[in-house]
């Protein structure tokens, strides 16, 4: 393993974390001491011009994942994922322009979407959308902070441990300080740092692979992952689209930032600026995937991009990487940090009601240190959290189409949304491929796989995603239809 993961001394990557998470610390508490108070820690003085949100949507939108994520799904799914994977990262920067506008006219006081539910639709609907919403942003960033440190890991042999504690505690110093009003100014430093360096990666990927990459290469050694007649190329487009789309319409981090717009103008040009931007950036981390198997079809897809990018061990682009992947993870991570604290801070309440007045915000501190704590477990112990990461792109999946389709009704009764999305996440469950994706509860347990066409035991993720996902917008529309 040594020839395989020593790029780097272990020093120098260590010097690299270190030096990188404190100038955002430093740059974050130094800031926000100017800019305290409740209302800048949860929506930034509600006062973000176009540029500054911009560069926050794009650099939270991008975490450490975008590095394996993309270019690992494309040596299986083909063009079709990695096309799926970009338009459903981006997609939620355009559903924000109309559901942003609409939440600021109805709630312009708002600070979450879980709040705007509670008024809106009822108690039960609300508790199942902020526990969906906090499982989901939990895993996102145990998803973080294991991918930058396996990334470490895999170019110095820095422990697993070091790393996400570095990260983890430099991130929390400045976030739970500064609040969201850190979050956004260290974003658009970050912003910036990623952006350099991935033209820099883009550079050195095909300069030094020029002499024998060519697109007859991929064509020749790769030509099913490029072929229409390849089923994948569609059901894992549709499945990473779906399931990208979903989760990211509940991502707190976003609403923050749709409530600190300064006007809806700014949210709108930022959103359409943010969605511009992150489509060829997650593109280009799939290609490299499709572009890494047609070199060598033995690659590991985990570590598709970083395959091509460092096979000459290159320690200056190791050092790159380095620096892009904690910044990456770093903006990430305030934006999951802050995101999190803001629902307890401000639903709190909604959920322990006590004579007495709590102090929520720092309630809130608490139970991020415990998230904290646990996920640093996590990722020193190297597990794969993909599976827990698609159960919660399930649960959004089943949520989506009920909640927001409930934005544009007067009359929506709770009980009804309730109802489709226990259906459809009923029947996605059933659906749900086990651990090692051989069988499902339905497809080769209650059930053996002949009596299912190979279509559906094949994809059970794209079927138990459509599931999800369908069967709640029939039922709604349907009930819609009966009442009318």
């Not at 399931?243 to 709108?268: E, I, P």
Request: with cysteine; charged share 10%.
């Amino acid at each position: 393993m040594q020839n395989q993961v020593y790029f780097l001394s272990q020093n120098l990557a260590l010097l690299l974390i270190i030096a990188v998470s404190l100038l955002f610390a430093i740059i974050g508490i130094s800031y926000s001491r100017k800019h305290q108070g409740l209302v800048n820690y949860l929506t930034a003085g509600r006062n973000v011009g176009t540029l500054s949100l911009t560069t926050s949507f794009v650099a939270s939108a991008l975490g450490a994942w975008i590095l394996f994520g993309p270019a690992s799904a494309a040596t299986w799914g083909g063009i079709g994922s990695v096309i799926g994977y970009s338009l459903g990262t981006a997609f939620p920067m355009i559903a924000l322009i109309f559901l942003g506008k609409k939440i600021r006219r109805v709630f312009p006081k708002g600070n979450t979407l879980t709040e705007f539910i509670y008024h809106k639709f009822g108690k039960n609907l609300f508790k199942l959308i902020l526990i969906l919403t906090i499982f989901y942003m939990f895993i996102f960033l145990c998803a973080e902070v294991t991918a930058v440190s396996m990334l470490v890991n895999y170019i110095s042999g820095t422990p697993l441990w070091l790393t996400a504690t570095l990260v983890i505690v430099t991130t929390l110093i400045y976030t739970l300080y500064g609040g969201l009003k850190a979050s956004i100014l260290t974003d658009n430093l970050q912003f910036f740092i990623v952006i350099i360096l991935l033209f820099v990666c883009v550079y050195y990927l095909f300069s030094l692979n020029s002499d024998y990459l060519s697109y007859e290469i991929i064509q020749i050694n790769s030509q099913h992952l490029l072929s229409y007649k390849y089923i994948p190329n569609y059901t894992a487009g549709l499945t990473f689209f779906i399931a990208v789309a979903a989760t990211n319409l509940f991502h707190q981090g976003n609403w923050q930032r749709v409530f600190a717009a300064k006007n809806n103008a700014v949210l709108k040009k930022s959103l359409c600026l943010s969605f511009i931007i992150i489509i060829p950036i997650v593109f280009f981390m799939g290609i490299s995937g499709i572009i890494a198997v047609s070199l060598d079809d033995k690659v590991n897809p985990d570590l598709a991009f970083f395959s091509i990018l460092l096979k000459d061990k290159t320690e200056f682009l190791s050092v790159m990487i380095i620096i892009m992947a904690v910044s990456l993870t770093v903006s990430t991570i305030d934006t999951l940090v802050n995101a999190i604290s803001s629902i307890i801070v401000v639903d709190g309440k909604k959920i322990y009601q006590n004579p007495i007045k709590n102090n929520f915000l720092k309630l809130s501190k608490i139970l991020i240190i415990i998230l904290s704590i646990i996920s640093l477990i996590i990722a020193s112990k190297g597990f794969s959290i993909l599976y827990l990461f698609l159960l919660a792109d399930l649960l959004c999946c089943a949520a989506v189409f009920t909640v927001f389709y409930g934005f544009y009704k007067k009359n929506f009764k709770e009980k009804n949304a309730m109802l489709s999305i226990s259906l459809g996440l009923f029947l996605g469950l059933l659906l749900f491929p086990s651990p090692d994706f051989s069988k499902s509860i339905l497809v080769g347990t209650l059930l053996p796989f002949d009596l299912f066409p190979q279509i559906v035991s094949s994809s059970l993720l794209f079927w138990s995603f459509l599931l999800a996902t369908v069967v709640p917008a029939i039922i709604i529309m349907n009930y819609d239809s009966f009442k009318r």
